[in-house]
C-alpha cells in the first residue's frame, strides 16, 4: 500500500467528520452559530473515550490523585481573586477599512513584547507594525477585551446578579482544596483533578474544533512542597509525552515550547506549550505550568480561608506550591483524527488495479466502533447468524451492526471511521461456523470460528 500525501487535510477531514457523523455543525437547521460544533455520535464516543482514557491514567491509575466534578458557574468573587476579571484579556484590534476584528498577538509582524492578559500599558503599541490580514487595510491601536462570559444569576438582571460561566476548570481545585484535603486525608505531593467545559468569548474562534467559544479541558492541580517543583515538572512532561504517544501522535508533529521569561503569565516561573503542527500552522496543544503557591495564596486572602497544609510529620504549616499539566479536550480530537487520516493506494484486485482508501488509523483504544458484523447478504440465513454474532459481542464490545449496500462499500465505511476489525458472515459460515475478521490497518483477513470470537477480540483490544 503506497500511502499518498494529504493535501487540503482540514477541508477533507471537516468533510469526512460531517459526512460519517463525527462532528456537525451546531445548529445546522436555523443556520448555525459562529463556530459551533456538535459531536454527532461517533464524535461523542470518541471524545468520551478520550476523557475516560484520561481519567483511568491520571485518577484511577495512580494513588496521589482525586477527581471532582464542581460547579460551571461559581462565586464572581473567585474571578476577582484569580485575576481573571482584571487580566483575563486578549488585546483587540479592529481594521479601519473592512471592519474585521483581530487578536493583536497574532499579527504579523507582531510587536514585541507580547504578554497576553498584561497590564493595559502593554498593550498599547500593539497592532501597530501589522496590517490587516484580510484587506491590508490599517489597524486601530489595541485595547483589552475580557474574555469572561457573562450572564445573570437568578431573575434580576442588575449588576448583584452578574456571574461568569468559568473560563478554566482550574480554579474548582484550588477553591475546593481545603474539603478535599479534609475529606481524603491525602498528603503531599498529590493531585485534583477535573474535566469539563469552559467558556471564552474569544475573539478569533476558529480552524474547526481548535478554538471554540465553548469546550473542554481536563487539567490537574498537583500540589507539592515548594523544593519539589522541578523533579514534579519533569514528572508531568513525561506523563505528557506520553499521552501523547498514546494518541497516536509522532515525534515529528509535536514541539514543546519552553516560554520565555518576559512572554510567561506573571504567577508561572516555568511554562511550556506543547505544540502540534496543525495543517494551519504550529500552534499549542496543551500546557503545562509551574503555578508556584500563586493561586492558594490569593484565594487564602481573599476570602480568609486557612489553606495551608499541615506535614503530618514535621507539623510544619504552609501552602503547598503547584504544578498545572492542562489538556483540551477537543484538540486532542482533532489532533487523534488528523494523526489518524490516511489516504492510501490499496489494491482491489489481483490484476493491479487500485483504489485510494481513506483510513482513519485511529489508536485501538479510542476507536467509536471496535467491531462491525457484516453478513454478506440480507438473506435470512446469514443476517440471522450475523444478529447473534452481533449480539454475543456487544456484551464485552461497541459493536456496529451492517447488512446495508456492497460488501467493498461497508469496508470502506467502517474504514473512514476507524473499525479496527470487520467480521464477515458468508456462506461458507453456514458450514464452517467461522468468519472472515478483516483488520483495518493491514487489509489482512483470516477465518476465525465464531466461537472463538470474544477470546479473539478480548486479546486484541
Ligand atoms: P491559546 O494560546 O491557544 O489561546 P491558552 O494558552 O489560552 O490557549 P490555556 O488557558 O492554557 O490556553 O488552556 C488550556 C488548554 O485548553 C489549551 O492548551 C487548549 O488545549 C485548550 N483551549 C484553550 N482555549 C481553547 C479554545 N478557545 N477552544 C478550544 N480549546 C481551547
Request: glycine fraction near 6%.
Amino acid at each position: 500500500m503506497k500511502e499518498k500525501n494529504t493535501e487540503n487535510l482540514m477541508d477533507k477531514l471537516i468533510s469526512l467528520c460531517k459526512r460519517r457523523g463525527f462532528i456537525f455543525p451546531s445548529s445546522e437547521i436555523y443556520g448555525g452559530i459562529a463556530n459551533g460544533w456538535d459531536y454527532g455520535p461517533l464524535g461523542a464516543e470518541l471524545k468520551n473515550n478520550i476523557k475516560r482514557a484520561w481519567w483511568k491514567r491520571f485518577v484511577h491509575g495512580r494513588d496521589d490523585m482525586v477527581g471532582i466534578d464542581a460547579a460551571l458557574i461559581m462565586n464572581p468573587k473567585i474571578w476577582e481573586a484569580s485575576g481573571h476579571l482584571s487580566h483575563f484579556t486578549d488585546p483587540l484590534v479592529d481594521c479601519k477599512k473592512c471592519k474585521n476584528r483581530f487578536r493583536a498577538d497574532e499579527i504579523t509582524p507582531p510587536t514585541p513584547p507580547f504578554v497576553r492578559g498584561g497590564k493595559k500599558d502593554d498593550f498599547l503599541e500593539r497592532g501597530r507594525g501589522g496590517v490587516c490580514p484580510n484587506c491590508g487595510g490599517e489597524l486601530t491601536q489595541s485595547r483589552q477585551f475580557n474574555m469572561m462570559l457573562k450572564t445573570f444569576l437568578g431573575p434580576l438582571e442588575d449588576e448583584s446578579a452578574v456571574v461568569y460561566f468559568r473560563p478554566e476548570t482550574a480554579q474548582a481545585m484550588f477553591v475546593d482544596f481545603k474539603q478535599v484535603l479534609q475529606t481524603t486525608r491525602k498528603k503531599l505531593p498529590f493531585g485534583i483533578a477535573q474535566a469539563g467545559k469552559a467558556f471564552r468569548n474569544e475573539i478569533t474562534p476558529g480552524n474547526f474544533i481548535f478554538r471554540t467559544r465553548e469546550f473542554e479541558q481536563m487539567e490537574i492541580e498537583y500540589f507539592v512542597k515548594e523544593k519539589d517543583w522541578k523533579k514534579n515538572f519533569e514528572m508531568w512532561l513525561e506523563e505528557m509525552k506520553q499521552w501523547c504517544k498514546f494518541l497516536g501522535l509522532k515525534d515529528d508533529e509535536l514541539y514543546f515550547h519552553e516560554i520565555a521569561d518576559n512572554e510567561r503569565a506573571h504567577y508561572s516561573k516555568r511554562t511550556i506549550d506543547i505544540e502540534y503542527k496543525y495543517p494551519f500552522g504550529q500552534k499549542e496543544l496543551y500546557g503545562l505550568a509551574y503555578r508556584t503557591d500563586y493561586d492558594l495564596q490569593n484565594h487564602m486572602k481573599a476570602s480568609g480561608a486557612d489553606l495551608n497544609y499541615e506535614d503530618p510529620a514535621t507539623k510544619e504549616k504552609f501552602v503547598p506550591h503547584v504544578i498545572e499539566p492542562t489538556w483540551g479536550v477537543d484538540r486532542s480530537v482533532l489532533v487523534t483524527l488528523l494523526s489518524a487520516y490516511h489516504e492510501e493506494e490499496a489494491p482491489t484486485s489481483e490484476k493491479g488495479e487500485s483504489e485510494t482508501r481513506v483510513v482513519l488509523k485511529i489508536p485501538k483504544a479510542l476507536v467509536p466502533i471496535q467491531v462491525a458484523v457484516l453478513p454478506l447478504s440480507k438473506k435470512e440465513e446469514l443476517s440471522n447468524i450475523a444478529k447473534n454474532i452481533a449480539k454475543d459481542l456487544r456484551e464485552q464490545f461497541v459493536v456496529e451492526y451492517d447488512e446495508t449496500q456492497s460488501i467493498g462499500r461497508r469496508y470502506r465505511r467502517q474504514d473512514e471511521i476507524g473499525t479496527p476489525y470487520c467480521v464477515t458472515v458468508d456462506f461458507d459460515s453456514l458450514n464452517d461456523l467461522a468468519v472472515t475478521v478483516r483488520d483495518r490497518d493491514t487489509m489482512k483477513q483470516e477465518r476465525v470460528q465464531i466461537a472463538g470470537l470474544p477470546e479473539y477480540f478480548n486479546k486484541a483490544f
